[in-house]
């Protein structure tokens, strides 16, 4: 059963329940933040769809636990390794915001968490299993969340 719901979009969802729930302690929306809520959350719909067009363009699964038949480096891969789970974790920022959910905030760093430890260290496994050094150049170049342009390994 874990099996099952062990996709990204499941936890994303448990972190958003939990966020919300936290507004019946406390909630204290405000317009501005709600403004840059939204804005979060246009960010984060953008970024994903970009990334998913990507993957449609190259012909590979976006489903994680899978072998993918290509590697993406370029358009907004570029920029992040993994843009469709930092826009995960915008989402869930841009909500906490629009709700004025003040405790959901230690949501966001223990998504990033749970994306990273089971989802992003396997899937960069793969890489390296099945694209060996162009995974590792690609790995070295660009960061696993953000691009950071400064000289040498890129470690976010």
């Known amino acids: 059963m874990l099996r099952v ?5 499941i936890w994303l969802l448990a972190a958003l329940a939990l966020a919300w729930a936290s507004t019946f302690v406390w909630a204290a929306p405000g317009a501005m933040m709600v403004a840059a809520g939204w804005a979060l959350v246009a ?7 970009i990334a998913a067009g990507r993957f449609l363009r190259h012909r590979t699964t976006i489903v994680p636990h899978r072998v993918p038949d290509a590697l993406i480096t370029d358009g907004i891969f570029a920029l992040s390794r993994n843009p469709i789970y930092l826009a995960d974790v915008i989402l869930l920022a841009g909500f906490i915001l629009i709700w004025g959910a003040h405790l ?20 960069e496994a793969r890489l390296r299993a099945a694209f060996g050094p162009q995974a590792e150049a690609y790995f070295n170049r660009t960061g696993r969340w ?11």
């Not at 719901?5 to 979009?9: A, F, I, Q």
């Not at 960010?43 to 769809?49: E, G, P, V």
């Not at 959901?104 to 899937?123: D, K, S």
């Not at 953000?146 to 976010?156: D, E, K, M, S, T």
């Open 146 to 156: 953000v691009h950071l342009p400064q000289g040498g390994r890129n470690a976010i």
């Open 104 to 123: 959901g905030w230690p949501l966001v760093p223990a998504l990033a968490w749970v994306l990273q430890r089971r989802f992003i260290l396997p899937e």
């Open 5 to 9: 719901l062990d996709y990204p979009p």
């Open 43 to 49: 960010l984060a719909a953008a970024l994903m769809a």
